[in-house]
C-alpha cells in the first residue's frame, strides 16, 4: 500500500511570510504527528492528531499550527516565518498514535529554507 | 523536561568492525523504539522494546532494553556500508513531549 506522502516536497520562503505544508497518512491510519528536524536540534515533536483532535503539542511557538481532515489527510502552518525555522519538516503516520506503542511511518519530509 | 541522549554523536568504523550505539532517558520508559534514517532520507522503524532487560536480535543488529527501563543499546556486528546512517531511539516523553527522540548517532562506515 502507499506510504506516507508530503507536499511540497521542498519550498523557499521569505521572513514573514507563511507556509503551508500537506501529510497524506497510510491508508487506515488515524495519527498524524509531525516533527522539526534540524542539525543543531535534531528530530523535535510538533504535534499529533488523531481522529481530527490535536491530542499531543510539543514545546513550539503558537506560529506553529496544525490540523487533521476527516480523511485523516493533515497540514500544518507556520505562519511568521523566521530564519530558524528553516529545517526538514516531517510527517509520520501511525495506527495507534505516536507514543502508544504505535510504529511511526515517516513521510520523506517537506525542506523549507526560509531567507 | 524527559531529556533522551545517545553516545556516541558520530562513529566512524572500518567496514567489518563493530559498532554500539547507546540510549540514556532520564525518566523511565514503558517502551523505546529505534530508527535509521540514511543520507538524504527519512526514518524507518527498526525496532520496539517493551519488556526490562528484553534483547532482540535482526541479523547483524542486537538491541537490548536496560533493566530499569532506562537505557538501551544497539549494536552491529561486522558492518557494511549499508549501514550507514543516522540511529535514532525514541521513547515516550512527558508534559509537551509526547514522543521524545534520542540526540542520534551518526554511523560513517569506511569500505
Known amino acids: 500500500k502507499a506510504g506516507v506522502t508530503q507536499t511540497p516536497r521542498y519550498l523557499i520562503k521569505t521572513r514573514g511570510q507563511q507556509v503551508t505544508l500537506s501529510c497524506s497518512p497510510i491508508s487506515g491510519h488515524r495519527s498524524v504527528s509531525w516533527y522539526q528536524q534540524t542539525p543543531g536540534q535534531g528530530l523535535q515533536f510538533l504535534f499529533e492528531?488523531?481522529?481530527?483532535?490535536?491530542?499531543n503539542k510539543g514545546n513550539f511557538p503558537g506560529r506553529f499550527s496544525g490540523r487533521q481532515f476527516s480523511n485523516s489527510r493533515s497540514e500544518m502552518n507556520v505562519s511568521t516565518l523566521e530564519l530558524g525555522d528553516s529545517a526538514l519538516y516531517l510527517c509520520a503516520s501511525s495506527l495507534a498514535g505516536a507514543s502508544v506503542n504505535g510504529e511511526l511511518f515517516f513521510g520523506e519530509g517537506s525542506r523549507l529554507t526560509v531567507l | 523536561g524527559q531529556q533522551v541522549m545517545q553516545i556516541p554523536q558520530y562513529q566512524h568504523v572500518q567496514e567489518g568492525e563493530d559498532f554500539t550505539t547507546y540510549c540514556n532517558s532520564s525518566t523511565t520508559l514503558s517502551n523505546i523504539q529505534w530508527y535509521k534514517q540514511r543520507p538524504g532520507g527519512h526514518p524507518v522503524f527498526l525496532i520496539q522494546l517493551v519488556k526490562s532487560g528484553e534483547v532482540k536480535k535482526q541479523k547483524r543488529l542486537t538491541f537490548q532494553f536496560g533493566e530499569a527501563k532506562k537505557n538501551s543499546s544497539l549494536h552491529i556486528t561486522a558492518t557494511q556500508t549499508t549501514d550507514v546512517g543516522t540511529y535514532f531511539c525514541a521513547g515516550p516523553g512527558g508534559g509537551y513531549q509526547k514522543v521524545t527522540f534520542g540526540t542520534g548517532t551518526k554511523l560513517q562506515v569506511i569500505p
Open positions: 492528531y488523531f481522529s481530527e483532535t490535536q491530542r
